[in-house]
C-alpha cells in the first residue's frame, strides 16, 4: 500500500514525512519551489526534538506519479485548490483508487466522491507549518497529530482500519470513526477562530469575534439539522496528545490560514470555513454577520497581500455593528 500525498505542504508534508520515515513506500504531489526544494534536496522534517531529511520521490502532477488502485492518495491542499487537484487526479488514477482526504472544512469529501467511489474523511489535528519551500514543521510533540478517519458518507472498512493503523504506526494517533463527519463539523467550529488570528495576529485573543462566529456557526448547523461532535468529546479525544514546543526556539507561527496571508499566496481558505456558515445561513435564513465580516475580510486581505494582524478585533466589531 503506497500512499500518494497530493498537496505536500504543512500537514501532507508532516504526514509524508512521518509515514516514510515509519518505513512506508510514500510519494509526494507538490508545486514550485516547495518541489524543486524536495527534489533537489529532499523533504525536511522539523520537529521540537529533532530534524529529519526525508529522501522521498516528488511529482508535479498525478499524471506523473503512476497512480494505481492500490495506491491510498491522500488529499492535503487547501479546499480552494481541491476542484483542479481533483480533476487532474481523476484524469490520471483509476475510479476505484482509495482518495483520503487530510483537510479542514467539509465539502472535500462530496467533492471527491463526484470522481471516486472510496472517498474517507480525515478530522486533521495537526499542529504544523510550511512556511519555507523544502521545509515542513510538526509543533507536536511525541505525538505529531491526530488522525481519525472514516469513510464518507458512513462507515469504517477494511481499507479504514489498515490506513488507521499506518498512520499509528507513523506515530500518529488514529481511530477509525463511523461518523467522521460529525468530528469534522466540530473541526470546522474550531476552525472559525483561523480567520481571526490571521486577521487580528497571534497574540490576540478576540475572545467576543470568536464567541459570535461559534455561536452563529451552531445557530445555522441546529437549523440545518447537521450534528457534531460535543466539545466535551473533543476534549476528551484530544486528551493530553498535543504537546505543543519550540522549534528552534520558536513556538508555533499559526494555523493554515495565518500561514497563508504570511507567506503571501494570494489564496485563503476561508470561503471554506467561514463561508460555509455563511452559505448555511442563507439557505436556512439566518443571518451570520460576524462570519461574513471575516470572509470579505480574509479574501481582501489575501488580495491584496496584506500581512497577518493588519486589523483589531474592536475595529472588526465595528464593522459588524
Known amino acids: ?51 529529519v531529511v526525508c529522501a522521498i520521490s516528488a511529482f508535479a502532477s498525478p499524471a506523473e506519479a503512476d497512480i494505481t488502485a492500490d495506491d491510498v492518495v491522500v488529499l492535503a491542499m487547501k479546499t480552494q485548490d481541491t476542484p483542479a487537484a481533483l480533476e487532474a487526479l481523476a484524469g490520471a488514477a483509476p475510479p476505484d483508487v482509495t482518495v483520503v482526504c487530510a483537510q479542514n472544512g467539509v465539502v472535500n469529501e462530496v467533492m471527491a466522491l463526484r470522481c471516486f467511489e472510496r472517498v474517507y474523511g480525515v478530522m486533521v489535528m495537526c499542529p504544523a507549518s510550511f512556511l519555507e519551500p523544502g521545509v515542513v514543521q510538526a509543533h507536536s510533540s511525541p505525538t505529531p497529530g491526530l488522525l481519525d478517519l472514516g469513510r464518507y458518507p458512513t462507515g469504517v472498512d477494511d481499507r479504514a482500519e489498515q490506513i488507521a493503523a499506518a498512520f499509528r504506526e507513523a506515530t500518529f494517533q488514529s481511530v477509525p470513526r463511523p461518523d467522521i463527519m460529525r468530528w469534522k ?32 456557526a451552531d445557530t445555522v448547523l441546529d437549523a440545518a439539522g447537521i450534528g457534531r461532535a460535543t466539545v466535551e468529546e473533543d476534549h476528551e479525544r484530544r486528551g493530553d496528545y498535543l504537546q505543543m514546543h519550540p522549534i528552534a526556539g520558536e513556538r508555533w507561527n ?3 490560514t495565518w500561514q497563508s496571508l504570511a507567506r503571501g499566496t494570494g489564496a485563503i481558505e476561508t470561503d471554506y470555513l467561514n463561508g460555509e456558515i455563511v452559505l448555511l445561513g442563507r439557505l436556512h435564513g439566518i443571518a451570520t454577520p460576524a462570519n461574513e465580516a471575516l470572509q470579505r475580510l480574509a479574501r481582501q486581505f489575501s488580495v491584496e497581500r496584506r500581512p497577518p494582524g493588519s486589523i483589531t478585533e474592536a475595529e472588526i466589531l465595528a464593522l459588524i455593528g
Not at 500525498?5 to 510519494?27: C, K, M, P, Q, R
Open 1 to 51: 500500500m503506497r500512499f500518494v500525498v497530493y498537496g505536500a505542504g504543512a500537514v501532507g508534508g508532516v504526514i509524508g514525512a512521518h509515514l516514510f520515515e515509519s518505513a512506508h513506500d510514500v510519494t509526494l504531489i507538490a508545486r514550485g519551489a516547495h518541489l524543486d526544494a524536495i527534489r533537489a534536496n529532499g523533504l525536511r522534517l522539523d520537529e521540537p526534538d529533532d530534524s
Open 254 to 256: 499559526g494555523g493554515s
Open 185 to 216: 463539523y466540530r473541526k470546522l467550529i474550531m476552525n472559525l477562530a483561523n480567520a481571526v488570528q490571521a486577521l487580528c495576529g497571534l497574540d490576540t485573543r478576540a475572545a467576543t469575534l470568536v464567541e459570535r462566529v461559534t455561536a452563529e
